[in-house]
């Protein structure tokens, strides 16, 4: 096995190295200022013995010079051939007249009979050079275009020159239009980097996995951050001694606002058994045995990993059949890693008759952004048999007897039903007044006929529905981001994945209702994803005649709101 990877290895490189030109354009530095001298840096790797002819069109530059820096061979021995390889450096110095968008296009590079073009390059000329900031704060998400549905990792980093005496998050980003994962930042590590041309100190201040739940442009908000930091040193009468004082000063500074482009899910080829899940994801069923009796509760798990978006996913169908009844699959989410994210859910059935469901297969397909492809995974449905019926435990071997005894016509000491009385002792009949069992019989009739409407609407009143659990959830435990969230999920809307703003907004609540939701969503998120520790929102925090708002709504029951200014 090791020799065969080592020889595909082998062939692999040897491919690249035979056939493949390639050309790289750099820009040294990248951001020159006009006047000044910059160079544009071609490196050609190829298998080819020719010198390469470079071609481009230069702007409004002129070219003032043009020198080649060099070349590196590098040879390998694949099955008793050999096979070089050859880096060829050029450099071309130019210089700008003028500031503002530099365009070189038309780039081209032909060697070994062979032309090979190169994207244009737009250069930012400056008028004069930038100094260097002190400290700023960057979003840094790990691409700008994306999938629907897609995960994007988004990390807001500090970096600084001067050192920073204290710092304060004054707004977290908000991140709307996205299902949001924080994360929880331990300890800080500050590392040391080169930006810009300049040495930083660049120190993680927040960090999310977030999901676009809409098609078009969507934004990275920024992070705001208040920072006191030491500006200069100043000298003092003690300078001599080695003693300075230091002067502090307090400034707000925030990340710039980054666009993400949201691609939707190709249609073309689109299997009917689409999850919507993007990325790579394992599906494990499990079913606790495959034996079952009539009326005996079935129970089976599904387990999904994987990098999308699984708090939308919904529990796909596994076993159906008329004599299966299934209850409502409970569903639970929880992260495995800052990227990787788990969904089980639990399944529960009743098997109502006999019946034999045989072993089968299901298809399941994701979406792979790598490739733009779907990819379809198998799960297997382990065979289901339900056969008789619940046996009762015998007592004592008596059971065949009690069975006999049952089966046998009934006598004048087992009397079952509605008879009359009778006393053993005389073994005198009581004459029946059939009109006044009659008449017992019509009141039963009757009693039932009022009583059993009743109690169907006190069963229907009583019945708790989901919204009023979720709500009682939150009054007994308290109120954090996820409760809060379950609860206004469930509010009605017309728009498809729209976030839970938009719900608030588009709902009937009366003003001061949406307020009220909105900044208690904001308090909780702040308190469970900033990193910050919070106290929970006890119960007297929660506003009840909201809440009973909120609970009409979502079933479906009008809601006279007052007018509000």
């Not at 000329?125 to 979003?139: T, W, Y």
């Not at 699959?329 to 969904?343: D, Q």
């Amino acid at each position: 096995m090791k020799t065969r990877t080592l020889i595909l290895l082998s062939f692999f490189i040897y491919n690249v190295s035979a056939f493949g030109n390639v050309v790289s354009l750099d820009v040294n530095p990248n951001r020159p200022i006009v006047g000044e001298t910059f160079q544009l840096v071609f490196k050609i790797k190829t298998s080819d013995s020719d010198e390469p002819y470079i071609s481009f069109d230069r702007g409004t530059a002129d070219v003032i010079g043009k020198s080649d820096r060099g070349v590196s061979i590098n040879t390998t021995i694949i099955n008793g051939k050999f096979s070089t390889t050859r880096t060829l450096t050029h450099v071309y110095e130019l210089v700008a007249s003028r500031p503002g968008p530099l365009r070189i296009s038309n780039i081209k590079v032909e060697i070994g009979g062979k032309e090979h073009k190169v994207k244009s390059k737009t250069i930012n000329i400056l008028r004069e050079a930038v100094r260097a900031k002190d400290f700023f704060l960057q979003a840094e998400p790990s691409k700008t275009e994306a999938y629907l549905g897609e995960g994007i990792d988004v990390r807001y980093y500090l970096y600084t020159k001067v050192p920073i005496v204290s710092q304060e998050v004054k707004v977290f980003p908000k991140l709307d239009k996205f299902i949001k994962r924080f994360h929880m930042i331990n300890r800080e590590q500050t590392t040391t980097v080169e930006y810009m041309g300049e040495i930083y100190k660049k120190s993680l201040k927040y960090s999310a996995r977030i999901y676009p739940e809409k098609v078009g442009r969507a934004f990275i908000d920024p992070l705001k951050l208040r920072v006191q930091y030491s500006s200069s040193n100043r000298n003092t009468p003690f300078g001599a001694f080695g003693l300075r004082m230091r002067e502090y000063k307090t400034r707000s500074i925030q990340s710039k606002k980054i666009e993400i482009l949201v691609n939707p899910i190709p249609t073309e080829n689109l299997p009917n058994d689409f999850t919507g899940l993007v990325g790579d994801h394992d599906f494990e069923f499990s079913l606790n045995k495959s034996k079952y009796l009539v009326n005996e509760v079935v129970e089976a798990k599904l387990n999904v990993t994987g990098p999308g978006a699984l708090e939308n996913y919904a529990a796909p169908k596994v076993y159906t059949h008329p004599s299966l009844e299934e209850f409502d699959t409970k569903a639970e989410f929880s992260e495995v890693s800052k990227v990787l994210g788990k969904k089980s859910f639990d399944y529960t059935f009743l098997a109502r008759d006999r019946f034999n469901l045989p072993e089968r297969e299901i298809s399941l397909s994701v979406f792979d952004p790598n490739s733009n492809s779907f990819v379809t995974k198998k799960l297997k449905l382990p065979s289901l048999s339900v056969e008789g019926g619940i046996v009762k435990p015998n007592s004592g071997g008596h059971s065949e007897k009690k069975e006999e005894r049952l089966n046998e016509p009934s006598n004048s000491s087992g009397v079952v039903g509605l008879v009359a009385p009778s006393f053993v002792g005389g073994f005198k009949i009581q004459k029946i007044n059939i009109l006044r069992w009659l008449n017992f019989a019509l009141f039963v009739i009757l009693f039932l006929i009022v009583l059993l409407p009743s109690v169907s609407f006190l069963k229907d009143k009583f019945k708790k529905t989901e919204i009023e659990l979720a709500v009682i959830d939150i009054k007994k435990n308290g109120m954090n981001y996820h409760r809060l969230y379950a609860v206004l999920s469930l509010l009605p809307s017309n728009i498809e994945s729209s976030s839970i703003q938009d719900r608030l907004e588009e709902s009937e609540l009366s003003k001061s209702a949406k307020a009220y939701f909105i900044k208690s969503l904001e308090t909780c998120e702040l308190g469970d994803f900033s990193g910050i520790s919070s106290k929970k929102q006890s119960l007297d925090k929660v506003n009840s005649k909201y809440f009973s708002e909120l609970i009409k709504i979502v079933r479906g029951n009008p809601v006279e709101v007052s007018n509000e200014s």
